[in-house]
């Protein structure tokens, strides 16, 4: 009979998978590496995952869960669009340090196949143009931002600014890429986050 595996333990498979598949990749990734980190028999984790393929789509519902958390709550506590980009950036820092392979794995369906790619802007970047653009239009209806430009222009050279300064904290090439720009600079994250706020502030006319 099959022993029931507790809530905690497929967490941890899970987790393993994560892991797993953010460092190797979806084809290289092994079904026997994430049945070992996580403390199961690959014969218990094919009983709770049919496939490589369904233990994956797991894995990405996971880091789609929490990644949405992150965003709906910074745009319901947020009073402003430079508020909204900072708690957004320490946030992904944070995650950074403690949840690197989330982001990783979140960054390899940019660079993924068509299909990866349509799965990431259908349950993802789809849920997070519409925060950004309802937060925008509340903001543009307060007077708070300027109103010339489209909310959803304005959401999406958002996003486009918040993905930049995110990759470059987890992400190896786009790492090399800032230090490309801004080596010379000295600049480091903190100090180029206040710098993007000065510009994002200016950009969408922000009330003082």
């Known amino acids: 009979m099959l022993k029931k595996l507790s ?5 941890e498979i899970v987790e393993a998978a994560i892991t797993e598949f953010a460092h190797k990749g ?3 990734a092994s079904m026997k590496e994430i049945a070992s980190a996580s403390g199961v028999s690959v014969g218990v984790l094919y009983n709770y995952y049919e496939n490589k393929d369904a233990l994956y789509n797991a894995a990405l519902e996971k880091c789609f869960e929490n990644l949405k958390k992150v ?10 669009i430079t508020g909204l980009f900072s708690r957004l950036v320490d946030t992904v820092y944070s995650y950074a340090d403690e949840h690197s392979d989330y982001l990783q794995l979140y960054f390899s369906l ?5 299909e990866e790619a349509s799965l ?4 993802f970047e789809a849920l997070s143009a519409a ?6 239009e509340k903001l543009q209806s307060e007077g708070k931002i300027r109103t010339d430009i489209e909310p959803q222009t304005l959401a999406y050279l958002f996003d486009c600014l918040l993905a930049m300064l995110q990759f470059a904290a987890v992400v190896p090439y786009y790492k090399k890429h800032k230090e490309a720009y801004l080596q010379k600079a000295g ?7 206040q710098q993007v706020l000065s510009f994002l ?4 006319g922000e009330a003082k």
Not at 201 to 204: G, L
Request: no cysteine.
């Open 7 to 11: 809530a905690q333990k497929l967490e």
């Open 71 to 80: 965003i709906s709550i910074n745009t319901h506590e947020a009073g402003s």
């Open 26 to 28: 979806r084809e290289k």
């Open 120 to 123: 990431l802007a259908g349950k």
């Open 110 to 114: 940019t660079q993924g196949t068509e």
């Open 187 to 193: 600049t480091g994250m903190e100090a180029l986050k």
């Open 131 to 136: 925060e950004y653009t309802q937060f925008i």
């Open 201 to 204: 502030a200016s950009a969408v």
